[in-house]
């Protein structure tokens, strides 16, 4: 059974950054694509960020240029650095397979969420 918990959250000021960290469990990690969806109050889940198993990666155009997804096979980790924070980059953050590289079309792959790390971005 997957497990997926992610960590590295906080509260930060605008301009200030935060690396985010998911461990994978009870799957072969290295052979998924992985993506980091965020989730806002009141608003859809959405894909900011994916990593193919190929370590080829994609963003959101809202991010680009200020977040960085990487990957550690070894660990069964993912990571998600993102600098130059905005407060409209305040969210829940959760990580998951997904089933593609294209962020506008991937899906995830788990019904199974880890329970996500919060990511508050306030003066």
């Known amino acids: 059974q997957v497990q997926l918990v992610e960590s590295g959250g906080g509260l930060v000021q605008p301009g200030g950054s935060l690396r985010l960290s998911c461990r994978a469990s009870?799957?072969?990690?290295?052979?998924?694509?992985m993506g980091w969806f965020r989730q806002a109050p009141g608003k859809q889940r959405e894909l900011v960020a994916g990593?193919?198993?190929?370590?080829?990666?994609n963003y959101v155009d809202s991010v680009k240029g200020r977040f960085t997804i990487s990957r550690d096979n070894a660990k069964n980790t993912v990571y998600l650095q993102m600098n130059s924070l905005k407060p409209e980059d305040t969210a829940v953050y959760y990580c998951?397979?997904?089933?593609?590289?294209?962020?506008?079309?991937?899906?995830?792959?788990?019904?199974?969420w880890g329970q996500g790390t919060q990511v508050t971005v306030s003066s």
């Open positions: 998951n397979a997904v089933n593609s590289n294209q962020i506008a079309t991937a899906k995830p792959v788990f019904g199974s």
């Open positions: 990593i193919t198993n190929g370590r080829n990666t």
């Open positions: 009870g799957i072969i990690f290295g052979i998924y694509h």
